[in-house]
């Protein structure tokens, strides 16, 4: 299926004329871009005679004759010396076609074909050359055919003369073979000559691009260093990054622990501020009934020493037994003031004593809190420790346990007994400072 495929689609391309109009289109772009250009730049070095300049203008007048456009170009850029011809053919073919002469058109003017004729050897004022001039003008025969032509019909007139002598006959013979020769020749180093030019233009190119691989291959190592200390200096961040996250992580448990300690502290004291300050307006109480109590025995002291006055007026016989009832009030006044300040300072000792007991709870009690977490650790670890562990050791555990836990209910008991007894003291002196203050009234 596939070996009959590409010959029928390039059988049906051909047919349909797709190949050749694609072989035209680009004859004609390269033609069209060949006529753009300065062909006088690919000139040779070489110095030429004036017959090969004239056989290329010949072969270009064939060409041009002909309409073989493509042949034309490539041969034109090979014989850049032929541009001026080239133009002045198309001016006077474009000229003669506003006219409408078909007769004359592509020809050469005729210092061209004089000058063609005698660097051939043909003189254009002798019969040959008008013979050949006419020929050409009046044909539309191309100047090479015309003179091909001529020099056909001149040796069959002279074909007969010229068996008759054979030696002249070598003689051409031998000058022909030294022309092909020479001709040879100087082709062979003329094309030596650009097989060494291009050679060396070759190698020229294979350096330029040696040198400009080499350069890129350094540029490109040079990037590939650049990119591995890059990547390099990435991993490098990438650890300190990941160092610092630890970091941070680690600092902000540590700070969450801390502020979470700081909290139970802060909790812990608000309690006992909470607790002291309760304590503080309980004395503050107390401390204003007392007082209030004190304004009242002196108010009472007051009304019975103007009692005592009155008294005094409305029996003036009397002075020697109020004066003795004056400083028997006098003498009992101070002893219960005396007894107030002792009251007051016993209050106050035992308000010590009460403040130094809370204190010591306090104290006991937070030893209970760290106890019983102690306690809690060391269940914790007991529970994660293997469960084959000799039973003595667990009851030796147990035991201290016990006497910890037990220790730490008898202190508290004790201290609880202790705060009753000096709640009942305190009581029994305020009942007994009510008592004197109501008996002495």
């Known amino acids: 299926m596939d070996s009959d495929y590409y010959p029928t689609m390039y059988a049906w391309f051909d047919k349909c004329g797709i190949i050749s109009n694609i072989r035209t289109y680009l004859r004609q772009n390269l033609v069209n871009a060949l006529k753009g250009k300065d062909l006088g730049l690919c000139q040779s070095r070489e110095v030429k005679s004036a017959k090969q300049y004239v056989y290329d203008m010949l072969i270009a007048e064939y060409l041009f004759n002909h309409n073989y456009s493509f042949t034309l170009s490539i041969f034109a850029s090979e014989v850049p010396l032929l541009v001026n011809f080239y133009n002045n053919m198309l001016h006077r073919s474009d000229g003669n076609d506003k006219d409408g002469k ?18 051939l050897g043909i003189d254009p004022k002798k019969p040959e050359g008008q013979h050949i001039i006419s020929s050409y003008l009046n044909s539309e025969t191309p100047l090479l055919l015309s003179i091909l032509n001529y020099i056909n019909f001149s040796t069959v007139n002279t074909q007969s003369s010229v068996r008759e002598d054979p030696l002249y006959d070598k003689e051409i013979q031998a000058n022909l073979a030294l022309e092909a020769n020479i001709i040879d020749t100087a082709k062979i180093r003329t094309m030596r000559r650009k097989i060494i030019q291009q050679k060396q233009l070759y190698d020229d190119e294979l350096r330029t691009k040696e040198s400009k691989l080499k350069q890129q291959a350094s540029v490109i190592k040079h990037q590939l260093s650049s990119l591995n200390v890059k990547l390099e200096e990435a991993q490098n961040l990438m650890q300190s990054l990941t160092l610092k996250e630890k970091q941070l992580n680690e600092k902000r448990d540590s700070e969450a622990r801390n502020i979470l300690q700081k909290e139970i ?124 562990v000799p039973v003595s050791v667990t009851g030796v555990g147990a035991n201290v346990i016990v006497s910890e836990s037990s220790s730490t209910e008898d202190i508290l008991q004790d201290a609880k ?3 009753k007894r000096l709640e009942e003291e305190s009581s029994k002196a305020d009942q007994y400072f ?3 203050v109501s008996t002495s009234s």
């Open 417 to 419: 007994m202790r705060l």
């Open 434 to 436: 009510c008592s004197f």
């Open 102 to 119: 078909d007769g004359s058109k592509h020809k050469l003017q005729s210092d061209y074909i004089e000058h063609t004729l005698e660097t």
């Open 265 to 388: 502290e802060l909790s812990m004291r608000q309690n006992f501020l909470t607790q002291e300050a309760n304590r503080l307006q309980k004395e503050r109480n107390s401390y204003r009934k007392f007082e209030d109590d004190l304004k009242k025995l002196q108010r009472e002291l007051v009304k019975m020493q103007k009692e005592l006055s009155q008294g005094a007026q409305n029996q003036c016989g009397q002075t020697t037994s109020v004066r003795n009832i004056h400083v028997q009030t006098d003498l009992e006044n101070c002893t219960l003031m005396d007894e107030c300040k002792a009251l007051q300072r016993e209050k106050l000792e035992l308000s010590n004593l009460v403040q130094e007991q809370r204190s010591r709870i306090e104290q006991i009690t937070l030893r209970s809190v760290q106890l019983s977490r102690q306690l809690e650790e060391m269940r914790s670890l007991r529970s994660i420790v293997d469960v084959e």
